[in-house]
């Protein structure tokens, strides 16, 4: 019934204030329109009033230029048509009368600011000029720029003896040129000649000056001719294209800009006019709506009070209904009497079953802060109860939020209202936001937090000696490849399985919690030996090493441990941890699947490669590297085929420092890059400088070949240092292309297509197969010293050697041998048809300059005696 009015009533509500809102809008539109149509008609007046300003100045400007052609046709025909000037310019040039007379002299410059007077004979000759009020001798066209004097004849020809003027734009100024044949005009007592006749010509340079005056003559200000170095004008300006001889020029001067003037008082004026009256219209329209809405809101409130007392009943059950909690009344002793419609699908229950059933009975023990209120009543009128527990008709245990309200009922007697929330999904959240701070989502192992507070009460406890605590940091081996091979997922499946066995190893007796990552604790309190340690180690090994069935893979893992004592080796819970993952990084760099125990000298020797890659990093910035170079001697060309570069740290503390004793750190700590990157530079510079004609071998760390870059890291080497890369040799260890096979080949073919070749160093010590030396890009190899040095002595050695050779040579490799010592090693290699030898019977490692100074190929003595016997 409420809503069936309210419906009915909607229409009539605001009808007046609507009404009224439309018409004032189409006014103010209407007034928008017409000032902007206003506007609008200003800006075409203002342009039209310019253009019609800009015309006038034009045709003004156009009358004095004509003027002033008129004036110089004027005087050119008053000295052309003379029967002196006949005489004294076309019979013969006279100077005396034309110059020292002023018949034809300064007074054309002085007076009328005649620039150049020229006489030309009949092959346009100049017999007579005057420049700038002086008597020079020179061309007319020289004094141009360029020849006018066949324009000028033509149009003499054309105007029957008239005087003409040309415009012409000559040096980038604006030029007038008047010119005249040279007649007695009406004087009878000169006689013609018969031939060609001379030509006067008359230049008037209409210089910016000259250009300003004849504009201003007219009101016309700033006129000026525009070139490409004419300033921009911050004014308004006008201009004027005019033919001239040979193209157009343009003029262009101060507008007069009447619209702009208008624009300027007249267009504020009634942008302010319209401004202030859609404010005006604006503030009446306003208050016109806010009578008018009062008077509906008038309207409407008495059609609601009308209304208003059928309505609420509806109301109130509609908004009940329609909550998401649940409402209820019950009497004095807290007997349910009415309990909204929202109930049953909230709790699950039916209203019937509770209805004349106690409030306290719904509730789980949580009825005596209840009890106590309902002791006394008066102290406050509402009570709110959290968090209070029952169970649902699943019976499942939930909860919620109950708020009471002490009241009357319309019977007078005393009973209670009030509502209840369900919060059950709020207290299982804060319950596993508890639970996942304390422990490991994917494990449910205790996570740090948990492990922290746990080891510092067993510390708190005081182990002691002979019963210590056991803090063992346990990190897995190989489990990389599993994330890799099998996925993610499967690596969880892993971690949760290690988990069970390692809660399994270590029972009730400690605390197992995941560090992070691969990283595990296990917390041994009240261990009764160090022996009883190392057997615990052993079945954490044999657990964890033993295969994982995961989704039908087999799948094997190891894992190293630190172990710290306390309170052996700490009784601080932060230098227990930080102990143990020392004694773990010793456990992973000595193998897999070892478990070792922190010693005080260990933080030591940890301090100590730290401040021995601190100064590998310094010694790269601070040039205390050296590079030497060993040669490799050709057996067939009998000279010094190549060198290798060989670096050495001048360390300022421990001196020279061999490769075997910083290079495994740069390889560890990742310095090997920029290691590798400041040797391929340097021995290229050295060698494109030094020895061009020799090729150059750099060894390159099998890691490098794990790292993204390689190919631009050689190519950029090269470049700078301009070594030929067909020059370039890269030596690599077996071992280099194992891991990622498909990545160092690729690298490999990109380096080969630049040009570089790649030899394989310390052949026979690792672990390749004939496949390896077919599938990977080789063009060499380097036989091993180890088999090089017993040849003198065994037979099986010398066995070894020819067989490599000649595994070599079926793959089309040139064989390098190292380690030659002596000439015997020579003969025998020589004999077996290596390539080339290398060694300290060849030639110790060596500055570049040593080597040239022996002039290469560097060959020691007695390698050439004895290559001269055979």
């Known amino acids: 019934m409420n809503i069936i009015s309210v419906k009915h009533?909607?229409?009539?509500?605001?009808?007046?204030?609507?009404?009224?809102?439309?018409?004032?809008?189409?006014?103010?539109?209407?007034?928008?329109?017409?000032?902007?149509?206003?506007?609008?008609?200003?800006?075409?007046?203002?342009?039209?009033?310019?253009?019609?300003?800009?015309?006038?100045?034009?045709?003004?400007?156009?009358?004095?230029?004509?003027?002033?052609?008129?004036?110089?046709?004027s005087h050119l025909q008053d000295n052309a048509a003379w029967g002196e000037a006949y005489e004294n310019l076309h019979r013969r040039v006279n100077p005396a009368w034309a110059w020292d007379k002023q018949n034809l002299g300064a007074s054309l410059y002085k007076n009328f600011g005649y620039e150049g007077v020229f006489v030309l004979d009949g092959k346009d000759d100049t017999r007579y000029s005057i420049l700038n009020g002086k008597r020079q001798s020179r061309t007319l066209a020289d004094w141009l720029g360029r020849n006018p004097t066949p324009e000028l004849r033509q149009a003499l020809a054309r105007s029957q003896g008239k005087p003409v003027s040309r415009l012409m734009l000559a040096q980038g100024e604006l030029i007038l040129l008047a010119a005249a044949w040279i007649t007695p005009g009406s004087d009878i007592n000169v006689t013609p000649i018969p031939g060609a006749a001379s030509m006067l010509v008359f230049v008037d340079r209409l210089t910016f000056s000259k250009l300003q005056s004849m504009g201003l003559e007219y009101g016309i200000h700033d006129t000026q001719v525009k070139t490409p170095a004419t300033p921009v004008a911050n004014y308004p300006q006008a201009s004027l294209t005019l033919p001239v001889y040979g193209g157009s020029i343009q003029l262009v001067w101060r507008s007069d800009n009447p619209g702009g003037a208008l624009l300027t008082w007249v267009l504020p004026l009634l942008v302010f006019l319209m401004f202030a009256t859609l404010v005006f219209a604006f503030m009446l329209m306003r208050n016109t709506l806010l009578k008018a809405q009062r008077n509906d809101e008038n309207t409407f409130l008495l059609e609601q009070s009308r209304l208003a007392l059928a309505a609420s009943e509806n109301r109130f059950r509609d908004v009940a209904e329609a909550a998401t909690d649940w409402i209820w009344e019950t009497d004095e002793q807290l007997r349910f009497t009415w309990i909204s419609e929202r109930f049953p699908a909230i709790t699950g229950y039916r209203?019937?079953?509770?209805?004349?059933?106690?409030?306290?009975?719904?509730?789980?023990?949580?009825?005596?802060?209840?009890?106590?209120?309902?002791?006394?009543?008066?102290?406050?009128?509402?009570?709110?109860l959290t968090h209070c527990r029952y169970l649902s008709g699943q019976q499942r245990q939930r909860y919620c939020n109950l708020t009471l309200k002490n009241v009357t009922m319309m019977n007078g007697q005393r009973g209670f209202r009030g509502t209840a929330t369900d919060v059950t999904l709020e207290i299982e959240a804060q319950q596993r936001v508890d639970y996942l701070s304390h422990h490991d989502e994917l494990t449910g192992l205790p996570n740090r937090v948990q492990m922290k507070a746990f080891l510092e009460g067993k510390l708190r406890a005081k182990p002691t000696t002979e019963r210590p605590l056991a803090m063992i940091m346990l990190d897995l081996d190989k489990f990389k490849p599993v994330n890799d091979l099998f996925g993610h997922a499967a690596g969880?499946?892993?971690?949760?399985?290690?988990?069970?066995?390692?809660?399994?190893?270590?029972?009730?007796?400690?605390?197992?919690?995941?560090?992070?990552?691969?990283?595990?604790?296990?917390?041994?309190?009240?261990?009764?030996?160090?022996?009883?340690?190392?057997?615990?180690?052993?079945?954490?090994?044999?657990a964890i090493t033993c295969p994982y069935q995961i989704n039908g893979h087999e799948i094997f893992i190891g894992a190293s441990m630190g172990i710290a004592l306390a309170p052996q080796?700490?009784?601080?819970?932060?230098?227990?941890?930080?102990?143990?993952?020392?004694?773990?990084?010793?456990?992973?760099?000595?193998?897999?699947?070892?478990?070792?125990?922190?010693?005080?000298?260990?933080?030591?020797?940890?301090?100590?490669?730290?401040?021995?890659?601190?100064?590998?990093?310094?010694?790269?910035?601070?040039?205390?590297?050296?590079?030497?170079?060993?040669?490799?001697?050709?057996?067939?060309?009998?000279?010094?085929?190549?060198?290798?570069?060989?670096?050495?740290?001048?360390?300022?503390?421990?001196?020279?420092?061999?490769?075997?004793?910083?290079?495994?750190?740069?390889?560890?700590?990742?310095?090997?890059?920029?290691?590798?990157?400041?040797?391929?530079?340097?021995?290229?510079?050295?060698?494109?400088?030094?020895?061009?004609?020799?090729?150059?071998?750099?060894?390159?760390?099998?890691?490098?070949?794990?790292?993204?870059?390689?190919?631009?890291?050689?190519?950029?080497?090269?470049?700078?240092?301009?070594?030929?890369?067909?020059?370039?040799?890269?030596?690599?260890?077996?071992?280099?292309?194992?891991?990622?096979?498909?990545?160092?080949?690729?690298?490999?073919?990109?380096?080969?297509?630049?040009?570089?070749?790649?030899?394989?160093?310390?052949?026979?010590?690792?672990?390749?197969?004939?496949?390896?030396?077919?599938?990977?890009?080789?063009?060499?190899?380097?036989?091993?010293?180890?088999?090089?040095?017993?040849?003198?002595?065994?037979?099986?050695?010398?066995?070894?050697?020819?067989?490599?050779?000649?595994l070599g040579k079926a793959y089309s490799l040139n064989v390098t041998a190292e380690g030659v010592e002596n000439s015997q090693q020579q003969e025998l290699l020589k004999k077996y048809e290596c390539d080339i030898l290398q060694g300290y019977y060849i030639g110790r490692p060596a500055p570049l300059e040593q080597i040239r100074e022996q002039q290469a190929p560097a060959v020691s003595a007695r390698a050439r005696l004895a290559l001269a016997k055979n």
């Not at 209203?351 to 006394?376: C, H, M, R, V, Y």
């Not at 143990?580 to 020797?605: C, R």
Request: overall charge negative; charged content about 25%.
């Open 9 to 73: 009533a909607e229409p009539f509500t605001g009808r007046i204030k609507e009404s009224i809102k439309k018409t004032l809008a189409v006014l103010v539109s209407l007034l928008g329109v017409i000032f902007l149509i206003a506007i609008f008609a200003l800006l075409n007046i203002a342009h039209d009033l310019n253009e019609h300003a800009d015309d006038h100045s034009r045709l003004l400007l156009r009358k004095a230029l004509f003027s002033r052609q008129d004036s110089i046709r």
């Open 569 to 806: 080796d700490a009784t601080d819970a932060n230098d227990l941890l930080r102990f143990a993952d020392i004694a773990l990084y010793q456990a992973k760099t000595s193998g897999h699947n070892l478990w070792v125990f922190y010693q005080p000298d260990m933080s030591e020797q940890i301090v100590q490669r730290r401040e021995m890659e601190q100064a590998l990093r310094e010694a790269i910035r601070a040039d205390q590297l050296r590079l030497v170079y060993q040669p490799r001697y050709d057996i067939k060309s009998a000279q010094v085929y190549a060198v290798e570069a060989l670096v050495r740290w001048q360390h300022p503390r421990l001196g020279l420092l061999t490769p075997d004793q910083f290079i495994p750190l740069a390889e560890e700590t990742g310095l090997i890059i920029e290691l590798s990157d400041w040797v391929m530079l340097q021995a290229c510079r050295a060698m494109q400088q030094t020895l061009p004609e020799l090729a150059l071998s750099v060894n390159i760390s099998a890691s490098e070949f794990q790292t993204p870059g390689l190919v631009e890291r050689v190519h950029s080497a090269l470049e700078q240092s301009g070594f030929p890369p067909s020059r370039f040799e890269i030596e690599v260890t077996e071992n280099a292309t194992l891991k990622a096979p498909d990545i160092a080949l690729e690298m490999m073919r990109q380096l080969k297509a630049m040009g570089v070749r790649f030899l394989i160093d310390d052949f026979g010590t690792g672990y390749a197969s004939l496949s390896y030396l077919r599938t990977f890009p080789f063009d060499g190899i380097k036989l091993d010293r180890s088999f090089v040095i017993p040849m003198a002595d065994s037979e099986s050695a010398c066995l070894i050697v020819k067989n490599m050779i000649g």
């Open 492 to 542: 969880d499946d892993v971690l949760h399985e290690m988990s069970s066995r390692l809660r399994r190893c270590l029972g009730d007796n400690g605390l197992v919690a995941r560090h992070g990552g691969d990283e595990f604790i296990l917390i041994v309190p009240d261990i009764r030996s160090r022996a009883a340690v190392e057997t615990l180690c052993q079945q954490l090994i044999a």
């Open 351 to 384: 209203i019937g079953d509770w209805l004349g059933q106690p409030l306290t009975e719904f509730l789980q023990n949580d009825s005596f802060a209840l009890t106590q209120w309902l002791k006394n009543p008066q102290s406050a009128n509402n009570l709110t």
